[in-house]
């Protein structure tokens, strides 16, 4: 049995590993990449690898693997990539998987510079970017420097602006505030429907030169076939939408389309090397079957897809409903938790409050106790002096009644009585003037002892009504389940073949030419309007214009002349068949 061989094959966010037969056709190969990977929107991928030349080439599926130009090496490297695009990715693409492989490349393109896209745009599809990484943004998880290690812009914008990656990542993490709410799934597909208005988005790009040997690029994309400029990717001057032609041929260099329009000529251009035309051909021919399957009814699979597609959104929708349900129920008990613990709080320091006030009452009524009974030992003592000299007085009333009596009994002279008596009376004046001073300084200190008395009782009655308030009533006990919340070509017979041709049937379908009519997502949007004028205003400032590049100018030109990538559509598709063919000979 022959040894098998090691397959492993990339996509743009994992690496696979198979084992295949000497027979294993590419179809099959494919079959199991897609079948790992879950994908079912099979159209649009193919398989590239690097061929004995250095050539990047589509394995073709009808094929043997190993009998096409495939480097040898162990194990044998492929790439699984999107070889063709949609028109809409939010009409066409139908599953996750779609939509995030797609992302992943349209991201790595536009990092890498291969797919033009202007700073303000890039700062805003990187804060998308961040969304579709991150979820929404939460100053508890999301730290300073989460976006440090992160891959956001292409290298041609961040040398164009005078700002550190600190400031960069500062901005971006401002716009990554402004998705709060969207789903990663649905951030991938907000990028892609602004990445789909950039100018070089699904475009494959080859050398041609027309019959005067004019060099210029030939564009194949999902709407058709343009005609650039040799310094000029973004702008092409001529188009032909894929429901003009009919026929594709070539012959060794010489490529030619046949219009349907039977008075214009042939397109004829010339291509530097046969396999370049044999890569034309074959992604004119992908293209364009796209292109008219697009303008027929969805087809049943498609039409299950959609289906199934539409109820796992609304699953998720309700999902995300009830997580977010959850969430603000676990939000409103954690506030709930937060205002009783605050209300327990504040009630313990009323009642500290409380206690502090009784402790404070308490030393006030012992001092007023202590003050009053000061003053009742002054009162006493007051009394006793006013007892004392009460009894001095009567004592020397009685010794006045005694002198009168001596008097009149000794029969003194008058001059020696008067004098006694003088004295006497002067000594009892002095006495009563002092007893009505002390009897004054009794009734003083009587007066003041009756108002510490009232105080006391007021005390004690403050006292009383505080050590008489009911406690604080203890916090009620939080009863609060745990809330768990889930968030898942190269063969000897094809090199000799230097004549190939394609009829490209042209039936009758429905809005052939819808595409013209189309507007960015910036023009339908007005939400991503603002934001773009708002990060190209806050650019402005720290733009370094010295290092604009070729791109970065043209850009500005069709800006500035109001065009963008369905105006110019429209505008190049302009006049018959005929003139577009004859002004593309004249270039």
């Known amino acids: 049995m022959p040894k098998p061989v090691n397959v492993r094959v990339t996509t743009m966010d994992a690496e696979l590993e198979f084992a295949i037969q000497s027979v294993t056709t590419g179809k099959q190969l494919f079959e199991q990449v897609v079948k790992t990977v879950g994908l079912r929107e099979v159209w649009y991928f193919g398989l590239q690898y690097m061929d004995n030349k250095g050539y990047l080439t589509w394995l073709k599926l009808e094929k043997k693997v190993l009998s096409q130009d495939v480097k040898r090496e162990n194990p044998l490297q492929f790439m699984f990539r999107a070889k063709y695009f949609p028109e809409d990715v939010a009409e066409e693409l139908i599953q996750d998987i779609t939509r995030k492989l797609f992302f992943l490349q349209v991201k790595d393109g536009i990092l890498s510079d291969n797919i033009y896209c202007p700073p303000e745009t890039a700062v805003l599809l990187a804060s998308y970017s961040v969304q579709a990484k991150f979820g929404d943004f939460s100053k508890e998880t999301h730290k300073a420097g989460y976006l440090t290690t992160e891959r956001l812009l292409p290298q041609r914008v961040l040398d164009q602006h005078k700002l550190s990656k600190e400031q960069w990542e500062e901005r971006i993490q401002v716009w990554h505030e402004e998705h709060r709410g969207m789903l990663k799934e649905d951030a991938m597909l907000e990028y892609l429907k602004i990445a789909q208005d950039l100018e070089m988005y699904g475009v494959n790009y080859f050398d041609i030169k027309n019959k005067k040997g004019t060099e210029l690029w030939l564009g194949v994309d999902a709407l058709g076939l343009n005609i650039y400029e040799k310094d000029d990717k973004l702008t092409p001057k001529i188009g032909f939408p894929w429901s003009e032609i009919r026929n594709i041929s070539f012959n060794d ?335």
């Open 253 to 587: 260099k010489k490529f030619i389309i046949k219009p349907i329009d039977k008075k214009a000529p042939d397109f004829v251009f010339y291509a530097p090397r046969l396999r370049i035309n044999k890569r034309i051909l074959q992604l004119c021919m992908g293209n364009h079957e796209l292109y008219m399957q697009r303008r027929k009814p969805d087809s049943i699979e498609v039409q299950q897809m959609k289906a199934q597609a539409r109820e796992e959104k609304h699953q998720r929708q309700l999902e995300r409903a009830m997580l977010e349900n959850e969430k603000k129920k676990r939000e409103t008990i954690e506030r709930e938790k937060e205002e009783m613990e605050r209300e327990k709080r504040e009630m313990m320091m009323r009642l500290s409050q409380f206690e502090e006030q009784a402790r404070k009452a308490q030393r006030d009524l012992q001092e007023q106790l202590e003050r009053a009974r000061r003053l009742e030992e002054e009162r006493r003592r007051v009394e006793d002096e006013a007892a004392r000299l009460e009894a001095e007085r009567q004592a020397a009333l009685l010794a006045k009644e005694e002198l009168a009596r001596q008097a009149e009994d000794q029969a003194k002279s008058q001059e020696q009585l008067a004098a006694e008596l003088a004295e006497y009376t002067a000594k009892i004046a002095l006495l009563e003037e002092a007893k009505r001073a002390k009897e004054d300084e009794a009734n003083e200190w009587q007066s003041r002892a009756m108002e510490v008395q009232e105080d006391l009782l007021k005390t004690r009655e403050e006292l009383q009504l505080v050590m008489t308030v009911p406690p604080p009533p203890a916090p009620a006990m939080l009863m609060m389940e745990d809330v768990q919340v889930e968030e898942g070509e190269h063969d000897d017979h094809e090199e000799n073949m230097r004549t190939y041709s394609a009829e490209l049937l042209v039936e009758s379908i429905k809005d052939n030419r819808n595409e013209e009519e189309r507007l960015t997502e910036a023009e339908k949007n007005e939400r991503v309007q603002r934001q773009l004028m708002a990060l190209s205003s806050e650019l402005a400032d720290a733009r370094d214009d010295t290092k604009k590049t070729q791109n970065d100018i043209l850009h500005m030109e069709n800006m500035r002349a109001g065009r963008d990538k369905y105006k110019t559509l429209r505008q190049i598709r302009m006049g018959n068949t005929k003139q577009r063919i004859d002004e593309f000979e004249a270039l």
